[in-house]
């Protein structure tokens, strides 16, 4: 059998996904969603790495 293991930051990596899509929405549509959170977050995190 092979090696199951995922790398610990998977989960985290696909949690971005949502989170920018928040922040993207509410940028081209200010009057259904505005999530001021979800911007303060990705603007701290350094999606590079």
């Known amino acids: ?28 549509y200010p009057d259904l969603l505005t999530d001021f959170k979800a911007k303060e977050i990705l603007s701290n995190i350094d999606i590079n790495t």
């Not at 199951?4 to 949502?18: A, V």
């Open 1 to 28: 059998m092979g090696n199951l293991t995922k790398p610990d930051n998977e989960i985290i990596e696909t949690m971005i996904f949502p989170l920018w899509g928040r922040a993207i929405y509410g940028e081209y």
